[in-house]
Every structure is written in C-alpha cells, then in structure tokens.
C-alpha cells in the first residue's frame, strides 16, 4: 500500500489580513525581487482565470483539465478564461507547444466556493521555479499558520506565500485560523475558525505525449494507474477513555439529577482508520468503473458510568436515533463524483440542544483529486480520510483532515464554542 503522508497533529494560530482581493501568482521565492510572477490566476464566483509568461519558441498554448485528461482551451496568447459554476474547484496545466516537444508551464488548483458559502477562493500556482499559495481575507482574523506536511512553515498578516514546491514534487498545505471573538459574541452557529488544505501534487496527465495538434475536447493519455475505487470515512470522536457529562444547573444538562457524578464512555484512540472506534462514522465508497457510490452510516452506542471514589462503575448504555444524520450520494459518472452528508446526533442522555453538528461536502475525482468543503461543531475531534485502489492492485491512503476538539465543554448548548468551516483541495 501506498502512503501518501502521515498527517501530523495540526497546530492553529491567527494572523492579520489586508487585501480583499486574490491575485495569485506562481513563483518568486520569498525573499527575492518582487518581479512579477510567470504564472498567476484570478478567481471569481463564475469565472477562473489565468495568465502565463511567454515562452521563447511556443507556437501555441493548451489549457489542460488534468482530472479528466482533457484539453479545455488552446491559443496563442498568454490569457486563458475559464467559465465555472460555484461551488467547484479546478486542478488545470498551462503546457506550451514547441518545436522541442510539449513544455509544462503552470499546474494551477483553484477553489470556487461561492459568495454566500462563508469561505474564500483558495489557490496554488506552481512552475518549475515555486509556488505561489493564495487565499482571501475571512473576518476578525489577524494571523494565518501556514503548515507543509504537518510541518509549521510560517505565520503571516499577508493572503500570499511564495513557497519552493516545484513542478512534480508532493507537498500538502494547510492554513488556519482563528476569528478575535469576546466570548459574548459566540453562539452555537458562529464560525469562529477556518482551515484550508491545498496539495501540491505531480502532473496526472501525460504531458509529453501531446500532440503539437490538439484540440479543445481531445484526451490525452493519464499518467497514473487506473484508480478503480475510492473511499472517504468521516468520523468524529473523543480522543478519551471518558468525559464528564456537562452539568451546567439547567433542565437541558445531561445529568440525571439523582446526585450521582456521571461520566460518558469516550473512544480512546488517537488519530487513525478504521480503527473502529468513533461516536459515528459515514462513509463513501465511489466505485469509478461502474459509476456507482455506495454510502454507509454507523452511530456507536454512548456508555454512561458513575464515578465514584475516583473509580468509575458501569451504569447503562443507550444509541442515538440517527432521523437527522443522512449521507446522500449526488451523482457519479465513472470519472467524479459528488456526496453530501447532514449530521446531527444527540447524546441520547441529554437534550437535543446537545447535538454533534456538521455538514461535508465531497467532490471527488478518479485521478485522485478531490474538493472536500463543510463546517462542524468544535467538539469532538473531526477527521476525514481517504482510501483508493488501483488497477495494478497498489493502494494509497490520505489524512485529509484531523481537527482536535476545542474543549469538551463545548457540546453543552450553556457553552458554545462555535463552528469550524474549511475546504481542502487536491
């Protein structure tokens, strides 16, 4: 089995932001001259645009879809207009004809989520020389932690990062941060951070097998195995052997009020899959060569116990309903995909004001990409991953996300924390 990256614990931080627009380009390291860029791309709610340096010799240029393998827009000039629909993403190669052969000039990773959606365009420009990460302003933040590979890289006020990934290389980023919100101003819904993950990843297209007379709607040979299944498993849990039940004196705690101090079993585990243990699970399996996804959901039982004399004594057990937690299949047509799963689990011990809450959305491609967006409730930890095979039997797996808890307080209605929203693309 293939592993593409063990994800580290993910640190958050907060950092001030200025500009309002994205502009992104794609390859002065940080430190060098502030000379412009020889790829950069704009993104707005309908459109992905992108421009290019020339290239000495080029007697045209291809715009490639490097998930489908599929030529979008050929030209002379350094300019290229791409018509989408949010919410979307794209993953597309600027490659220039020469005499010499096909030339890679630019892969570009651009999300599109949509006005109303809360988030900001995210986007990675990379040539031969860097990569140029980009993202939009989000309110009351004023630091962004920028990671590689779990690693931290940097903390800045700014909405651009000059990285050194080139052309080939494999590398996953991830920006965070948080809202500067008094306490007072926090309700169960308010987002009060954001994580973003863009990975930086090779070509899947075989770039030098195009032909100097390509078209718009022509394929071009795929540079990986054949990906024959994909799965995604979601599951929240509690890092814990156990957690206090919320007690906060109201009608609404999860206490029974007989006096007794009640504790809820947690999952004990740290970050992994299939480990089996979690509060709930849904999964997407998208079965790419018939064009069919299958979607399961579990919901573990909670296990009460009492404490008593700092020991803790077995008391009952009861499983949430799961009415309001649906994972619905939208479309597969043996090259993407797309899923959406609603969450909404109570403690079957306490109120329905004491719910786990979260929304996910997948966009799922057979070549390996994907564009995971959604929010969810800052307790417990959330973790997303994915596990594909491929036609010459290998498999891989990836971490696409592990969000730890903010406190266990925060699943009580008396104690909102707020929500985390994010998006991941690759």
Known sequence: MKFRHARRARRSLVVPVAAVGLLLGGAVPAQASTAAPPASVKVSDDSVELTWGAVPGATAFLVIDDRAHEVIWRGEQTAARLPVQAPTSVSVLVV?????????????????????????????????????????????????????????LTATTGLRLQIDAVLGQNVEYEISAERELPQAEIGEDTVTGYSYGVDVTPTTTEVNKTPNDAQPGDTLPAGIPTMTTSRTAYEPYIPDAYIDAPDMGTPFDCESGDGSDYWYGGDNRGVGYNTGKYRTLAAATYYWSSAYTFTTKDIAPTKRYKKINGTMYYDSQRTATGETFRVHPVNNDGRSAQTLINHSVTNPYCSGANAIDYDNRQEMYQNGGHYILGKHDQMPNHQLHRYDTYSDGTSSLDRIFNHPLKDPKCLSWAWPCGQQMYEYVR
């Open 96 to 152: 220039a004809l020469t005499e010499e052969g096909p030339r890679t000039v630019s892969k570009t990773l651009a999300t599109v989520p949509g006005a109303g959606s809360g988030l900001t365009p995210l986007t990675a420009v990379t040539t031969d020389t860097g990569t140029t990460l980009g993202w939009g302003a989000l309110p009351d933040v004023a630091l962004y932690e920028v990671t590689a590979d779990g690693e931290k």
